[in-house]
């Protein structure tokens, strides 16, 4: 069984997904880990997400755009970044491919996963986001898992978490577009349930 789940960030994906990785065997996987190093590359520290996840909601919606589709900001954004020697050999690299809006998940899908996927092991994706994520996901035959949590229920758990919390972080494109994504099993999350719940049902539906 492959899974991809979607979800509010605080909705509990990660804790779900690495769950099912240390019980029931399956392979996790994160769209964004690609964007995270390449982050952590430029800022040469580790991602730390009460501080960073602004930074890296905004990298990541420049990295997807094509030239003529930047603002009169971005070149500039740009520019200091191809100062840093570490974003630019990382450009130098990949930059045929990572203004292409399916980047993060084909690099996923045919590059960090494939093993996996090609011999049959369960892989689990933590961080669905965007719709072609998605259309890649049931190409490989993924169910897709959406965490029903509310707003309010997602921001207090992030703020426990991580000590801050910015509410704007509900208005970037990556806690919207989620939202449009058709899903296969639906959980409701309020804040007594657990994860050993949550997992059952995915386990329990799925297999059905």
């Known amino acids: 069984m492959n899974l991809s ?5 605080g909705s509990g994906k990660s ?8 019980n029931h065997k399956f392979n996790k996987f994160s769209f964004a880990e690609e964007l995270k190093m390449l982050a952590e590359l430029m800022l040469r520290r580790p991602i730390n997400k009460a501080v960073d996840r602004a930074f890296l909601q905004n990298l990541g919606q420049i990295l997807k755009k094509s030239p003529e589709n930047m603002s009169m ?14 974003f630019f050999k990382y450009w130098q690299k990949n930059h045929k491919d990572m203004f292409k809006h ?4 084909k690099k996923l899908f045919e590059e960090k996963a494939w093993d996996c996927l090609q011999n049959g092991s369960s892989v689990v ?6 719709q072609v994520e998605a259309n890649y996901a049931k190409t490989y035959w993924f169910k897709i898992v959406r965490l029903n949590a509310s707003k309010e229920l997602c921001a207090s758990r992030c703020l426990r978490r991580d000590g801050k919390f910015n509410s ?41």
């Open 15 to 22: 804790s779900v997904a690495k769950y099912l990785q240390d």
């Open 168 to 208: 704007q972080t509900f208005d970037d494109i990556s806690e919207i577009e989620w939202q449009s994504i058709k899903a296969d099993i639906t959980i409701d999350v309020d804040e007594n349930t657990t994860v050993e719940e949550i997992v059952g049902k995915i386990l329990n539906t799925g297999r059905n």
């Open 73 to 86: 900001n971005d070149p500039k954004i740009l520019q200091e970044w191809f100062n840093n020697d570490m």
């Open 125 to 130: 994706i933590d961080d669905m986001r965007f």
């Open 102 to 105: 399916n980047f993060y998940a």
């Open 5 to 9: 789940i979607i979800g509010f960030c």
